[in-house]
Each structure stands twice: as structure tokens, then as C-alpha cells.
């Protein structure tokens, strides 16, 4: 890069920790009031970045990286999912693709494990009950859940994320089962009890609660479709902090209307922002507005990873979080 500070250009509102030290470093353009870059202002700032740092809210496809001028080498996503960027487009000009892995693991599975607790245990159904003024009174059969104890936990993607869900999910007594496309090392399995699926539609029929944990791709897409969540038992929640689009949304809020599924607890949505109306309008539900990464602690270790994969890739050097198209998968 010629200039002596690249020009970087942030699509979103940061930590102002992490906005301070990106002055310091780099020539910045910030994105103050927040408000999400359209296609057209992603396409603009391709034009004039040497890096650019999106979030999940950006949709960097190829016709940005068509758009890119020579001087955008890098892009330093923040965030982990990086299923909103065409990385072959990338490849092919030449630009590098980096992510922030690891600082998220733990706020992820947190949230996993909240979910996991609150669908079962009917606990946003009842705090809605209290808050409209229908609480009748304590009664032995009122409000009746789940409990998690020694119930059969099917987690779908057994990464980072979903070894973190597994140790959570060992303290409640659950059994650990799981599908990845490969196996984990025998160490793994042996510390988390862990049952391994090659099959998934055989898992998905054996569990009470199934967890989705693997990243959006191609391969992914849907990858709980119409026929394989049939294949739950009725008596079975799913969870969801991954990506929307790896469950057919339309078939599970059917299959939870109908109630051939016991519930859901969802993170994340097919089209987000939008959410199924037909989602709303259900009690045996728990909606949650993305917030797994939510934490202050993990937004400023997403920044952090941004700033040192920004620095290495200016510095000369391989950024630490590089992301290729092979990298994908679960």
C-alpha cells in the first residue's frame, strides 16, 4: 500500500474503544450514526478503501468486489459468520478475508444454554403471563415444563461453539450427542461424553433437544429441512444461535403451530431483521433479536481481532483469521 496510513472504512457503529484505537493506527472512516450501509455505499466504499470492515448487516457479494479499486486488498469482517461475503469473488481479485473466531465462543454457547433452559422451562411464557396481570395463583399443575437433567442433547456442528454448548450442557447432566462433518478427536468425545451421529437424520429422531451450532454455507442451507425436522419426536425442542438459514423457517413455524414439535428458542432468523409474523404470534416459542454475541466483553474482543488482523495484514504478514472458501463447512 503506498499511503502511510491505509484508509479503513467501517460499515458500523464500534465499541469506541475499539474506534479510538483505529485512529490511532489507520486513516478511519467511522460510521457514527450507525445506520447500515445499502448496496450502492458498500459498492462506493469498495471503490475507495484499502480495507474495508463489515458486520453480518453488510451483504459484500461480487458485484462489490466488482466494484472494488485496486487498493481494497482486505477485508477484515467483524464477526465470525462470514456467509454474508462472497469469498470466491474475494479470491478471485485477489483480496484477503478475515474474521474474528474465538472471542465469541463463550458468549455464543451462554446463550445457547439460556435458550436450552428457557424453552423447556417455559420461561418467557410465563414472565409474559406475570407481566399481563394473568398469574391465577401457584398451582400444582399450572405452567408444567421440562427439566434438562439426563435429557438427550443433539448438538448439529461440533466447533468451538459447540464443544463450548457440550461442556455447558455436561454441568445440567444432559447426554451429549452430536453430527460434524468430522469427527472430533477421541480426547474430545472422552471429556464430553460425547456420542457421535454420522447420520444426522438418525440423530434428529433420537434426541429431546437439538442445537444448531454449524455456520451458514451452501452446504448448510436448510440443512434442517421439511422432511428432516420430521423427523423430531414431538416431545423435542430446537435451538437455534447459528444462522436462520440453516432451518427451513417456514417448515419449523408450521410444525410448531401444529405443535408435532414441543418448541424452539431462536437467536437468529431466515430474513432478519424480518421475523414470521406466524413466529410471533406463538407461546411455545423463546425469540431473542440476535443477541448471542451480545456482550460488552465480546464486542470489544471482536474489535480487537479486527484491529490485529488489520495491523498484520498492513505490516506484511499473514493476518492471524484468514478465511479461504475451503474454510467452510462444520
Known amino acids: 500500500m503506498a499511503k502511510t496510513k491505509p484508509l479503513v472504512i467501517v460499515t458500523r457503529k464500534l465499541p469506541d474503544v475499539i474506534e479510538t484505537r483505529m485512529m490511532e493506527l489507520f486513516d ?28 453480518v448487516t453488510d451483504r459484500v457479494d461480487g458485484a462489490v468486489f466488482a466494484a472494488a479499486s485496486d487498493d481494497l486488498r482486505l477485508v477484515a469482517n467483524y464477526g465470525t459468520g462470514v456467509d454474508h461475503i462472497d469469498l470466491k469473488a474475494a479470491l478471485d481479485r485477489g483480496i484477503t478475508v478475515t474474521n474474528t473466531p474465538d472471542v465469541l465462543t463463550e458468549d455464543t454457547a451462554d446463550m445457547t444454554m439460556a435458550l436450552i433452559l428457557a424453552v423447556p422451562r417455559r420461561l418467557t411464557e410465563g414472565e409474559r403471563v406475570l407481566r399481563e396481570g394473568h398469574w391465577p395463583g401457584w398451582s400444582p ?6 427439566r434438562v437433567a439426563g435429557k438427550r442433547l443433539g448438538i448439529v456442528g461440533m466447533g468451538r461453539i459447540g464443544q463450548a454448548v457440550a461442556r ?12 460434524n462433518r468430522r469427527r472430533v478427536h477421541p480426547d474430545i468425545e472422552a471429556e464430553l461424553e ?15 433437544i437439538i442445537s444448531i451450532n454449524c455456520p451458514h454455507t451452501p452446504a448448510t442451507y436448510h440443512l434442517l429441512s421439511a422432511r428432516r425436522l420430521k423427523l423430531l419426536q414431538p416431545h423435542a425442542y430446537i435451538v ?4 436462520g438459514e440453516v432451518i427451513d423457517e417456514v417448515a419449523l413455524t408450521r410444525m410448531l403451530r401444529n405443535r408435532d414439535i414441543a418448541g424452539a428458542g431462536l437467536d437468529v432468523f431466515e430474513h432478519e431483521p424480518a421475523v414470521n409474523p406466524k413466529l410471533l404470534a406463538l407461546d411455545n416459542v423463546v425469540l431473542m433479536p440476535h443477541m448471542g454475541s451480545a456482550t460488552v466483553e465480546g464486542r470489544i474482543g471482536m474489535g480487537e481481532s479486527v484491529l490485529v488482523n488489520v495491523k498484520s495484514f498492513v505490516d506484511g504478514h499473514t493476518p492471524p483469521n484468514r478465511v479461504l472458501p475451503e474454510d467452510l463447512g462444520f
Open 28 to 55: 478511519v472512516r467511522l460510521n457514527l450514526d450507525d445506520k447500515p450501509f445499502d448496496h450502492a455505499a458498500l459498492c462506493t466504499a469498495a471503490q475507495e478503501a484499502d480495507v474495508l470492515v463489515p458486520t
Open 141 to 146: 399443575t399450572w405452567m408444567l415444563g421440562r
Open 168 to 179: 455447558r450442557a455436561r454441568a445440567f447432566d444432559m447426554s451429549i450427542h452430536y453430527h
Open 194 to 208: 460425547a456420542t457421535y451421529h454420522e447420520s444426522l437424520d438418525q440423530m434428529l429422531a433420537r434426541m429431546d
Open 240 to 243: 437455534n444461535t447459528a444462522r
